[in-house]
């Protein structure tokens, strides 16, 4: 087994995945679970990936150090095979007449008109602390998915319940990453963001825009998909009480889990090495069905 403090080389793996086969809902008689979790491939993935790997190329010449070079290309990498693979799943979503463009436009406006290349309306921010900006809200996002990326590559509870197994092999394959990934983005911030207490202060200011954003973001999507999912016809709403349902039983992640993520990540000591298991991560990306393909 490897060491958790082991040094290895993060690189992206060649994987494809079958969609023909996977039903509406992949996990039985969970519309809500289902949606909460779908989210991902439209709040984040593919227009969230990609505009990750943008800031990063912005960033790569403030970049004295070969080691967190080379990770950061690595985790490049991996971020743009997210985001294609998630890609798919959008098509599967449409050829099953759940069309999620109206959505995933106001995503695109955010990543690439709000926090895209310039400050948005003009805004007098000068451009080396715009960046340093959108690269503390990438290192507050990669909190988010390391803790996401952990739970799932733990979440029996999927499997007892019967969810489509090559959906599961996606989520985790991607989370089995997000673990493996996820200190490079707040190295890279640490690196490129300043120094003492302007740089935490930044780091604060990131994590202060993004968890709000992402949980509107998430809720919005969700009761989104349930409305537009034909399986459906209007017949259910999103609503906590179904959703706290699908928590108790295994089949999200607890509020609470989310929820710590943000204190720990506030301690001006926090390093995300401590987030989840990398040995279980690793674990996960030896024997996954679409990882086994081989690394690119």
Not at 67 to 80: N, P
Not at 111 to 133: D, K, T
Not at 157 to 176: F, N
């Amino acid at each position: 087994m490897t060491s958790e403090s082991e040094q290895h080389a993060i690189v992206p793996r060649r994987v494809s995945f079958d969609w023909s086969r996977t039903p509406p809902h992949w996990i039985p008689d969970e519309p809500t679970a289902t949606h909460v979790i779908n989210v991902l491939h439209l709040l984040l993935l593919p227009a969230g990936e990609r505009w990750f790997v943008k800031v990063f190329k912005e960033g790569l010449p403030l970049v004295r150090d070969p080691e967190l070079l080379a990770d950061v290309k690595g985790f490049m990498g991996q971020e743009a095979t997210h985001s294609v693979q998630h890609a798919h799943v959008l098509d599967h979503l449409a050829a099953q007449r759940l069309d999620t463009a109206d959505f995933t436009r106001y995503v695109d406006f955010l990543f690439e008109r709000l926090l895209g290349e310039r400050p948005p309306l003009g805004a007098p921010v000068p451009e080396r602390e715009w960046l340093r900006f959108r690269l503390a809200v990438v290192a507050a996002i990669e909190q988010f998915t390391a803790v996401l990326g952990d739970w799932i590559l733990a979440a029996e509870a999927l499997d007892r319940a019967g969810a489509d197994e090559i959906m599961l092999d996606l989520l985790r394959w991607h989370g089995a990453e997000e673990v493996e990934h996820r200190a490079v983005a707040f190295d890279m911030f640490q690196h490129c963001g300043g120094h003492g207490l302007p740089r935490y202060a930044r780091r604060v200011a990131g994590m202060a825009v993004t968890a709000p954003v992402m949980l509107s973001l998430w809720a919005w999507g969700t009761a989104y998909l349930i409305r537009h999912d034909p399986q459906l016809a209007g017949r259910v709403r999103y609503s906590l009480t179904e959703h706290n349902r699908a928590v108790r039983k295994g089949l999200l992640p607890t509020w609470r889990s989310l929820g710590a993520a943000v204190p720990r990540y506030l301690r001006r000591s926090y390093h995300p090495s401590r987030e989840g298991s990398l040995n279980r991560a690793l674990e996960y990306l030896r024997r996954s069905p679409a990882a086994r393909a081989g690394v690119a």
